[in-house]
């Protein structure tokens, strides 16, 4: 075998296009993955944000016009947690979810000097945990998501 056979057998080989695209699909492949897992996530938690947000003014405008009894603070909890003050079914993320009502921040009085009233504060943190992280066994990938809500109690 001579030299200049095996340099013509190396320039054939690299000459060669039939797995050209088999190694781009290869490379590309991963980072499309990637990409799908980055957009299914951010999807779960903007519906996990908006409905989380959507609870606590719900449970808001519930203590508003309601007495800030211990009974009615829970059930605007379940509210938060659950859409309706019954309780029901929880989303799979509500189980770390933390939710404080704090009555009596403060106290107001309308401009007319008519009605007076008390400041309420209903904050909802939820430990957002990542599927994708739970898929591969990182049980530890949060995200807080937090909402803060003041009302005016004004009462029945």
Same mark, same amino acid.
């Given at each position: 075998?001579?030299?200049?056979?095996?340099?013509?057998?190396?320039?054939?080989? =690299?000459?060669?296009?039939?797995?050209?695209? $088999? &190694?781009?699909?290869?490379?590309? =492949?991963?980072? +499309?993955?990637?990409?799908?897992?980055?957009? =299914?996530? =951010?999807?779960?938690?903007?519906?996990?944000?908006?409905?989380?947000?959507?609870?606590?003014?719900?449970?808001?405008?519930?203590?508003?016009?309601? *007495?800030?009894?211990?009974?009615?603070? $829970?059930?605007?909890?379940?509210?938060?947690?659950?859409?309706?003050?019954?309780?029901?079914? @929880?989303?799979?993320?509500? @189980?770390?979810?933390?939710?404080?009502?704090?009555?009596?921040?403060? $106290? !107001?009085?309308?401009?007319? !000097?008519?009605?007076?009233?008390? +400041?309420?504060?209903?904050?909802?943190?939820?430990?957002?945990?990542?599927?994708?992280? $739970?898929?591969?066994? *990182?049980?530890?990938?949060?995200?807080? +998501?937090?909402? &803060? @809500? *003041?009302?005016?109690?004004?009462?029945?």
């Amino acid at each position: 075998m001579s030299a200049s056979g095996g340099y013509q057998r190396r320039r054939n080989f =690299f000459r060669k296009e039939d797995g050209s695209i $088999t &190694v781009e699909f290869v490379v590309t =492949f991963p980072l +499309i993955l990637a990409a799908l897992a980055f957009s =299914f996530e =951010f999807g779960r938690m903007f519906v996990a944000h908006h409905t989380i947000v959507n609870n606590v003014r719900s449970a808001v405008r519930y203590l508003s016009r309601s *007495d800030l009894s211990a009974a009615r603070q $829970t059930e605007a909890e379940q509210i938060v947690r659950t859409g309706v003050p019954s309780g029901g079914a @929880e989303p799979e993320w509500v @189980e770390s979810a933390d939710i404080q009502i704090v009555p009596s921040q403060s $106290t !107001f009085t309308d401009a007319n !000097f008519r009605t007076g009233g008390q +400041i309420v504060r209903v904050q909802a943190t939820v430990n957002f945990r990542f599927l994708i992280a $739970t898929f591969i066994g *990182d049980e530890r990938a949060t995200i807080p +998501i937090v909402i &803060v @809500e *003041d009302i005016r109690h004004i009462g029945d």
